[in-house]
């Protein structure tokens, strides 16, 4: 087992050694038992591996328990995955977000199936290979699949580094050295529980806010410990906000209780997922020529305020038109009706429900039934 001192490794003040075994004998009392995660002593799927992580990138656990399970229970095997129906891999994965997870999902699936049998590739660089797993997923494949000395480093990883070495360098700008600094600290052996280790050890203990310092199995050698103030790393560069845009979105309702949607095209932002009819999503968009957009030619009523939501790069403010049709009026080409009750069926992301939510919340009683 390796031990890392941490003035060598970083050139800063440091109150000792660290010990990789300290914080994998912390791991073996309290990790987190999540459903993902193989019990002790049995080796991890690595089809399981790889969707919770896919599934937990920009995205809490919390959120997450609740879809792999469902998701886990519609495709069971890497084989089912593969040859599943976009549409219905992206109906699974609907209010999740960062859709283009779901597509790079499938298309890996299917690499994965083609090239390879159904079963991963072993080793970080065959996994870089495959559609949708960068560095991060790769490694963490890599050592907790098939306990390879490789180093996965998520947010809650940054974070640990970040304070035990008392990193100035602000993030973003800072990923290449953390990514260094972990390496250094990533034993030989059990190198997938270390991780997992590293990543409950941010989540529970040494979080963004209070972090709870007096349980921590490496206090004593942490830096920023020292400091009395461990909130203050990692150090990050002022965030640039992206500028709003705005559009407006249209919602048909016809007398049988159906709402129009249509699907949106595979590139893109939301890309397949289903929606409904928009206009586009400018910094420069004016309600004057929403109407232009507008998917059917009807009396249409605009509802007062606004939906929002944030995308990764940019807010969105939508403005809700709202008609009510009679249930004799088709679906223009390439756009169908779906009932109400049948939405939860649909890929429909949660902006769209968001939009869809506010029409039918505006809709008086009798008109509903």
Not at 129 to 135: F, N, R, S
Not at 156 to 161: A, D, G, H, P, S
Not at 238 to 243: D, F, H, L, Q, R
């Amino acid at each position: 087992m390796s031990r890392v001192n941490l003035a060598a490794a970083a050139g800063r003040t440091s109150s000792g050694v660290v010990d990789p075994s300290a914080l994998l004998d912390w791991y073996d009392q309290n990790r987190r038992d999540l459903p993902w995660r193989a019990k002790m002593g049995v080796r991890p799927d690595p089809y399981h591996v790889w969707l919770s992580e896919i599934m937990l990138q920009q995205t809490r656990v919390e959120t997450v328990v609740r879809y792999y399970e469902r998701f886990l229970k519609r495709f069971p095997t890497m084989h089912k995955l593969a040859r599943a129906p976009l549409g219905d891999v992206l109906q699974a994965w609907a209010g999740l977000g960062y859709y283009a997870r779901a597509r790079n999902l499938h298309a890996c699936a299917r690499r994965v199936v083609e090239e390879y049998g159904g079963c991963f590739p072993g080793t970080e660089e065959a996994l870089r290979e495959l559609p949708g797993i960068g560095a991060y997923t790769a490694a963490a494949i890599a050592a907790i699949a098939f306990c390879q000395k490789a180093t996965p480093v998520d947010g809650n990883i940054e974070r640990v580094v970040a304070r035990l070495f008392r990193l100035e360098t602000p993030l973003p700008g800072a990923k290449s050295e953390l990514q260094q600094l972990a390496s250094t600290l990533t034993p030989n052996d059990r190198a997938g529980d270390f991780a997992q280790s590293m990543m409950d050890l941010g989540s529970t203990i040494c979080t963004p806010k209070n972090p709870s310092c007096q349980l921590c199995p490496w206090r004593r050698n942490c830096a920023a410990y020292d400091t009395a103030n461990p909130e203050s790393y990692p150090r990050r560069a002022p965030k640039i906000e992206g500028k709003v845009r705005r559009g407006a979105a249209f919602v048909v309702l016809r007398a049988d209780s159906s709402i129009l949607l249509r699907k949106r095209p595979e590139r893109g932002l939301l890309g397949g997922m289903t929606e409904v009819a928009t206009t586009e999503w400018s910094s420069e968009f004016s309600d004057n020529n929403a109407m232009k957009s507008a998917p059917l030619k009807s009396k249409w009523r605009r509802l007062p305020g606004y939906v929002r939501h944030a995308f990764t790069h940019f807010p969105l403010e939508l403005t809700v038109y709202v008609t009510e049709v009679a249930r004799t009026v088709r679906a223009p080409k390439g756009e169908k009706f779906v009932k109400i009750e049948n939405l939860a069926g649909e890929a429909l992301p949660s902006l769209m429900r968001k939009v869809i939510a506010q029409a039918i919340d505006q809709i008086p009683l009798k008109e509903k039934t």
